[in-house]
């Protein structure tokens, strides 16, 4: 594949000098500072990350998806190092360009960064310029639920953009590995022969319907809605068209049987095209095991050994926020984020798979990286967690809202609590917990909020390091 053409600036080296300097005064100033060198690199020299991404001896890999990016690079991280890989990998989680570029940059030593492979989770927005200048050997997507409307737009527009993606010149240098459960993401394949597919095939886990919350129910093809004999997450399921006949692809990589365990995390047999292993995951939730199938095939795709697979699974541990779990004021304080419905439905439903009456600290905000419009709360399907809610108490930008929706899904007012900023929302909902330090304290923020709350539990000393 021919490389893009090259926009040049000042001297690399010059850049790199700079870029480094304005992240030293960002972080001097406590601005953090994970994504502004990258942004002073690129400016500089428009070309730094397709430069630096050339020299990795064995090329990169790219993962997208709506929810559960973070947590699947995580997973290919852990797997990839216990095969012996070393990896440039934006393990913070910032997926745009300025944060690629500071990955490399932070990775780059005497012409050439320290790392063999490059691992990059990326933006969906951001997918398209990224893959043209990183040029991956491997892209995997993994599903697309509607998100952030106010940046984004419908699914629908996002879903245009990935297609245009595989669709350019150039898109035949890298393999897909796709989710065969979402038709959004599986259709991506159409057009292609060497796609790996991913999916659950143990339907002893499905939901009873549709969710609430799905969303590309319609075929790509024809129009005509789906019939699903199975639905998972949102619309993830086996679907097919009754029109035309266009059905979910059948997957290489599958999970065949799915125990879940409450918030303490699963155990699934893992089906890939040459072996079948058992594997006993730390992460909780049906979406969890989605992200771990989505990790195996890319691994695979690799060519990495099933037992490195296996272990790399079984290792990791939640990534940051996302089920997460901390001790604080001697009590347990469980962080699962939740930013869309299909997100915050799956969420709910692992739940309500935990013991007893639950404690809650849910903080709404609407800040740029949440996006505006809260409105998606009314889709989450909250009704489902009430009858378990003990107490729950309301915090952030947008703490009445969370109050309100709280209210309508069943949750007895007495029972509800509203504090004003993270830190007293915090206080309040520990104040209100069990005189029994056994009983967890459940956290549901949005994505600035939970940033928010890991920075206070680090100035407590409840959590270790963090970044905003």
């Excluded at 049987?257 to 594997?279: F, K, M, N």
């Excluded at 939730?285 to 490195?308: E, I, Q, R």
């Amino acid at each position: 594949m021919s490389a893009p053409a090259r926009t040049r600036g000042v001297p690399l080296p010059a850049a790199l000098a700079a870029a480094r300097a304005a992240g030293r005064v960002a972080r001097a100033a406590g601005k953090g500072g994970t994504s502004l060198p990258g942004k002073v690199l690129t400016t500089l020299r428009p070309d730094a990350i397709g430069r630096m991404a050339d020299r990795l001896d064995e090329g990169c890999v790219v993962l997208s998806a709506t929810n559960g990016k973070t947590t699947t690079a995580a997973l290919v991280a852990s797997i990839l190092e216990h095969h012996g890989t070393t990896l440039v990998h934006n393990r913070q989680g910032a997926n745009m360009a300025g944060g690629i570029a500071a990955t490399l940059m932070g990775s780059w030593r005497r012409g050439r960064p320290d790392g063999r492979l490059g691992l990059f989770e990326v933006d969906e927005f951001w997918l398209g310029g990224l893959v043209r200048q990183l040029r991956p050997r491997v892209v995997l997507l993994a599903n697309l639920f509607r998100d952030q409307l106010d940046r984004y737009g419908e699914l629908e527009a996002i879903a245009d953009r990935w297609h245009d993606m595989v669709a350019a010149d150039g898109a035949d240098g890298f393999r897909l590995v796709l989710g065969a459960d979402d038709p959004a993401v599986a259709d991506l394949g159409l057009e292609r022969d060497d796609v790996l597919y991913f999916g659950v095939q143990d339907v002893s886990v499905a939901l009873a319907t549709v969710d609430h919350a799905a969303d590309a129910t319609t075929c790509r093809v024809c129009g005509t809605a789906y019939d699903y004999t199975a639905s998972f997450v949102g619309h993830l399921g086996h679907y097919a068209c009754p029109q035309c006949g266009h059905r979910r692809p059948d997957p290489q990589v599958t999970a065949e049987q799915v125990a879940l365990d409450g918030t303490r995390g699963s155990r699934i047999a893992l089906r890939l095209p040459d072996a079948l292993v058992h594997v006993h995951l730390r992460l909780p939730g049906l979406y969890n095991v989605y992200n771990a199938l989505a990790a195996a095939a890319l691994a695979h795709a690799l060519g990495v050994p099933t037992a490195a697979i296996a272990a790399g699974l079984e290792a990791t541990a939640a990534a940051f926020g996302r089920a997460e779990t901390v001790r604080v004021d001697g009590r347990e304080l469980q962080l699962l984020l939740v930013k869309n419905p299909a997100g915050a439905n799956e969420v709910a439903r692992t739940l309500t798979l935990a013991d007893g009456e639950l404690d809650l600290l849910a903080i709404l905000n609407d800040r740029i990286a949440d996006g505006r419009d809260v409105s998606w709360i009314w889709d989450a399907d909250l009704e489902q967690l009430a009858p378990r809610v003990r107490r729950v108490t309301c915090g952030g930008t947008r703490a009445g809202e969370m109050a309100v929706r709280w209210k309508y899904a069943g949750v007895p007012p007495e029972r509800i609590v509203v504090a004003e900023g993270v830190g007293p929302a915090l206080d309040a909902a520990l104040a209100g917990a069990p005189d029994d330090l056994a009983v967890p304290l459940h956290a549901i923020p949005t994505y600035t909020a939970m940033l928010e709350l890991r920075e206070e539990l680090v100035r407590r000393g409840a959590a270790k390091g963090s970044f905003a």
